[in-house]
Nanobody, 120 residues
Framework: EVQLVESGGGLVQPGGSLRLSCAAS????????MTWIRQPPGKGFEWVSA????????MYADSVKDRFTISRDNAKNTLYLQMNNLKTEDTAMYYC?????????????RGQGTQVTVSS
């Protein structure tokens, strides 16, 4: 059974940082690209970032480029999202998704999410 468990969310002031983690199990993590998506309150899902199996290819939405960094540790079956210089518009539920996607996938395994709130 595929399991994706996100953690690391919380309340942070604008300009602050958070590091999200996604612990994966139930599949060959090192053989599958991974993606982060988010859902702001009252809005639809947004694609955030994606990473290839080895981490040599990464992609970012324009809204987070140069502020967020996606990475993975295949030895630990864990995906990360380092978020710096956070803005109020980054407030959302963040989800990790199985697969290398360049947009929000319509069908894909994802976790339960972790809440990020950016507020002063």
């Amino acid at each position: 059974e595929v399991q994706l468990v996100e953690s690391g969310g919380g309340l942070v002031q604008p300009g602050g940082s958070l590091r999200l983690s996604c612990a994966a199990s139930g599949f060959a993590f090192n053989s599958i690209g991974m993606t982060w998506i988010r859902q702001p309150p009252g809005k639809g899902f947004e694609w955030v970032s994606a990473i290839s199996t080895t981490g040599d290819v990464t992609m970012y939405a324009d809204s987070v480029k140069d502020r967020f960094t996606i990475s993975r540790d295949n030895a630990k079956n864990t995906l990360y999202l380092q978020m710096n210089n956070l803005k109020t518009e980054d407030t959302a539920m963040y989800y990790c998704v199985q697969g290398f996607w360049r947009a929000v996938p319509t069908t894909a395994e994802r976790g339960q999410g972790t809440q990020v709130t950016v507020s002063s």
